[in-house]
């Protein structure tokens, strides 16, 4: 059983930061790819970044320069600072993993639940 738990949502002003946590716990061998995804009311689900287990990164256009996805593989947790934040930037943020479990040994994406992020004065 692995369970990613995000952490960090919240309410800003646009201008201002916040920075998003997900950490993955269970039965976990290894974690490869991570990846923060967000989606806004009436919208689809859009990746916002990606980083490997090498710590390669990528992102969409509209946040590069703003955002930063990083990991801590010691502490199975993926982050994404987030600044200069706008209203646009106003969705559920949803972290992903893929995992490879001691038992069985087999390799799964899994999905947290959802962190509310709003930009608004």
């Known amino acids: 059983q692995v369970q990613l738990g995000e952490s960090g949502g919240g309410l800003v002003q646009p201008g201002g930061s916040l920075r998003l946590s997900c950490a993955a716990s269970?039965?976990?061998?290894?974690?490869?790819?991570m990846a923060w995804y967000r989606q806004a009311p009436g919208k689809q689900r859009e990746l916002v970044a990606t980083?490997?287990?090498?710590?390669?990164?990528t992102y969409r256009d509209s946040v590069k320069g703003r955002f930063t996805i990083s990991r801590d593989n010691a502490k199975n947790t993926v982050y994404l600072q987030m600044n200069s934040l706008k209203p646009e930037d106003t969705a559920v943020y949803y972290c992903?993993?893929?995992?490879?479990?001691?038992?069985?040994?087999?390799?799964?994406?899994?999905w947290g639940q959802g962190t509310q992020v709003t930009v608004s004065s």
């Open positions: 992903k993993a893929r995992i490879r479990t001691i038992i069985p040994n087999v390799i799964d994406d899994y």
């Open positions: 980083i490997t287990s090498g710590g390669a990164t």
């Open positions: 269970g039965s976990i061998f290894s974690i490869n790819a």
